[in-house]
Structures are given as structure tokens and as C-alpha cells.
């Protein structure tokens, strides 16, 4: 409520002899109303404009990490007994995302599918291959930053013939480099295709088909007791929306065609041959992209409104990881469970 100051005198009325006591009034109430209004538009205004700044911060360029694990929950009962108790050799080949770039030593999705590390989440604790698998051994033969072709070519020669008793288990990730290098600063070119129109791309396209076909048949060759493959497919760090100049990288109309493209050579590599299988991670990767926290999006995920991606936005981050990790596992397990004694 508004209070005025009102200053009272006295003064001698002739007319009726006596004195009178009269209280000017110092301040006009309708202006001051007026001037309060005013102040409180303008307060009003002010807030909002704020809330506004705040709020398009928030939904555009903010990318909370969140903290805790991350991905689908497995189920305990899966390692209650061995899932093998054949020698097995588990193999990491690819790229970064195998490589573990950015993680923390023992953090990477490769390392946490072959031991818990000491500040595992209370969720996943004993939940890895060491403890249904007796005879476990691992290798990580991923490059950091490597293609497609260097795959082929730098990381198979490096993996031996195994002996016959021995079960391989081999987990890939594969093509994304070949996707979005060099990040538009170089004109587009096989192994580098950023920024391709899809027609310029297809004879790309069509040559990693083929050397795709060519890696999961050298792996085979090379474990005559036989072997799973666990091929993942390629995230999308836009939400399936493709606008990369949000991510900070030049425009790129096709790039949504063209990783579809690799993504469906991965499905049909893995239904032509029955011991290759496929994990999505595209699928699961999507709303926690550059778009994480927009809840109006088709891909938005309300229980986890986090970013899964790292800085350079073609790894994941530790979170990111451990989703890998559960995605890779769950996999593993279907197979296994299924396929061997």
C-alpha cells in the first residue's frame, strides 16, 4: 500500500474567528500511481527479458553432461553363470570411439566390457565379460582417428591367426571418421567426405560396402574355432536433425543421407552374415545430441536431458561411454547366451 507524508498547519480563519488546522497535500497520488505502474512494467519487462536470455541459453547452447551412469539397465541374472568356458580373445578394433579417446584410464567402453573399474556404478559392479568368462583375454587394436580404410589396413595385419579352441569376440566402430573429416576445412574426398553432396559420395559409399565386407571376412579367416562380431553403427550427434552449423561446423545439406547410408550397409553386412550383429547406437545416442535439453524435440529424453558427447563432438564423453558399454554388453550377452556352452 502507498503512503504519503502530510504536513499539518494552523492558521487564524477571520470569517469564523477561529483557528483552522489545514494539511497541504505534498504529493500528487494519481502521478505517483502512474510513476509505481511504470516501475513495475518496467521491472516486469526487465524479468522477462531476462527469463528470455536464460532460457534461449539454455535450450540452445547449453550441454549438461549430467553425472551418474547412463544407458539401459541390465539384468543381474544374466551373470549368475558363465556364458562360455572356451578360451575367448575379445578384440577392440576402429576408432576412437574403441580407442577410448577421452576417457579416464579403465573408463573407455573397451576397458569396462572387460573389468568393472574400482568406482564402478553400484548398478553395473560385477557386470562385465571377466566374470562370465573365465578364459577371457583382450586386446585393443583401435586407432584413434582412423578410417575405414586404415581398418583394413593398419589394424588387421596386427591380429594373428588364433588357435582352434579359441572363441573370438570382436567389437567395431567403423566409418565415422570417414564421415566427418576433415570437418568441411578441406574440400570433400573419400575418407574425408564432409561436406559431399550425396551424389559425389555414392562411389564412396559404395567402396565401404566393400571394404566393410572385406574386414568381417578377414577377422573370420582368422579365428577358425569361429567368432562374434559386434559391429556398431554411427551416432548422429544433431538428433537426427543434420543442422551441423549449430555444432559449430560449416553446413552440410546431405550429411543426414549420406550416414544413412553407412548405417544401412552396417544392418546388411550384419543380416548377411549370421555371426555379425549389430549394435545401435545411433539409436540410442539420439536426444542427447546438440539438442539435448530442447523438450520440445521428437528425440528428447525426459529421464536423461544430457549431452553424451564429448568437446570435439565426434567422441563420446564418459557418460557417453558407459552407454556404449551397456549397449555392447547387452548385445554380447543375447549372443553368447544363445550360441555357445
Not at 37 to 64: E, H, S
Not at 90 to 109: I, K, N, Q
Not at 111 to 126: I, Q
Amino acid at each position: 500500500m502507498l503512503m504519503f507524508w502530510r504536513m499539518e498547519t494552523t492558521e487564524f480563519c477571520s470569517s469564523s474567528n477561529r483557528l483552522v488546522t489545514t494539511t497541504p497535500r505534498l504529493f500528487n497520488e494519481p502521478l505517483m500511481r502512474l510513476r509505481s505502474n511504470r516501475l513495475f512494467i518496467t521491472l516486469a519487462i526487465g524479468i522477462a527479458l531476462a527469463a528470455a536470455v536464460l532460457g534461449y541459453k539454455r535450450f540452445w547452447f547449453d550441454r549438461p553432461v549430467g553425472h551418474g551412469p547412463a544407458g539401459p539397465i541390465m539384468d543381474q541374472n544374466l551373470f549368475s553363470r558363465p556364458w562360455t568356458e572356451r578360451p575367448v580373445l575379445l578384440v577392440g578394433l576402429g576408432d576412437s570411439v574403441t580407442a577410448g579417446f577421452g576417457a579416464t584410464r579403465g573408463h573407455c567402453y573397451f576397458d569396462r566390457l572387460v573389468k568393472n573399474p574400482p568406482d564402478e556404478f553400484p548398478d553395473m559392479t560385477g557386470k562385465c565379460l571377466s566374470v562370465v568368462m573365465p578364459g577371457l583375454q583382450a586386446t585393443n587394436l583401435s586407432i584413434s582417428g582412423s578410417t575405414s580404410l586404415e581398418h583394413l589396413e593398419k589394424e588387421l595385419p596386427r591380429l594373428t591367426m588364433m588357435p582352434s579352441n579359441v572363441l573370438g569376440v570382436i567389437v567395431i566402430t567403423t566409418g565415422g571418421n570417414d564421415l566427418i573429416h576433415n570437418y568441411g576445412r578441406t574440400p570433400p574426398r573419400e575418407q574425408a567426405m564432409y561436406g559431399a553432396s550425396f551424389e559425389q559420395a555414392k562411389a564412396w559409399i559404395a567402396n565401404f560396402e566393400r571394404r566393410l565386407e572385406t574386414v568381417l571376412g578377414e577377422i573370420e579367416t582368422r579365428f577358425p574355432g569361429g567368432c562374434q562380431i559386434f559391429l556398431a553403427n554411427i551416432y548422429d550427434p544433431t538428433d537426427g536433425l543434420g543442422d551441423t552449423r549449430r555444432a559449430g561446423l560449416p553446413a552440410w545439406p546431405d550429411c543426414l543421407k549420406i550416414l544413412n547410408a553407412y548405417n544401412e550397409i552396417i544392418l546388411q553386412s550384419a543380416q548377411k552374415h549370421s555371426n555379425v550383429h549389430v549394435v545401435d547406437m545411433h539409436s540410442a545416442f539420439l536426444g542427447h545430441g546438440i539438442h539435448c535439453t530442447q523438450f520440445w524435440r521428437k528425440h528428447y529424453d525426459a529421464s536423461d536431458p544430457h549431452y553424451w558427447f564429448n568437446e570435439n563432438l565426434e567422441d563420446p564423453n564418459e557418460r557417453g561411454y558407459d552407454v556404449i558399454r551397456r549397449l555392447f554388453l547387452i548385445e554380447i550377452a543375447r549372443v553368447l547366451n544363445r550360441t555357445t556352452k
